[in-house]
């Protein structure tokens, strides 16, 4: 897998998803204490996930539902990034 690769980021979430017991792949369902769960366990692996040489259309399909794991500042420069293909 490339590192701009979506399977990487889903491969990262379901791993950390697994780690919690009972936690279902759905993130609209998370409690704020889930969220910050999964956030915690993924926080190593997003310097390995290279978002913006991740298709277009992949990243807006797969970031939009685990937005809430990224850094604010990353979530910032993602959708500065979509915003700016979007546009051209």
């Known amino acids: 897998m490339k590192e701009g690769d979506i399977n990487i980021w889903m491969s990262v979430i379901e791993w950390a998803i697994g780690q919690v017991p009972g936690l279902t792949n759905n993130p609209n369902s998370w409690s704020s ?6 956030k915690s ?4 692996y997003i310097l390995h996930v290279k978002f913006v040489d991740i298709p277009y259309e992949e990243l807006c399909e797969k970031f939009v539902l685990y937005d809430e794991l990224l850094p604010a500042k990353l979530r910032h420069d ?6 700016n293909i979007n546009d051209h």
């Open 78 to 83: 993602i959708l500065h990034h979509l915003q």
């Open 41 to 44: 366990l993924v926080a190593d």
């Open 33 to 38: 204490g889930e969220v910050n769960i999964i």
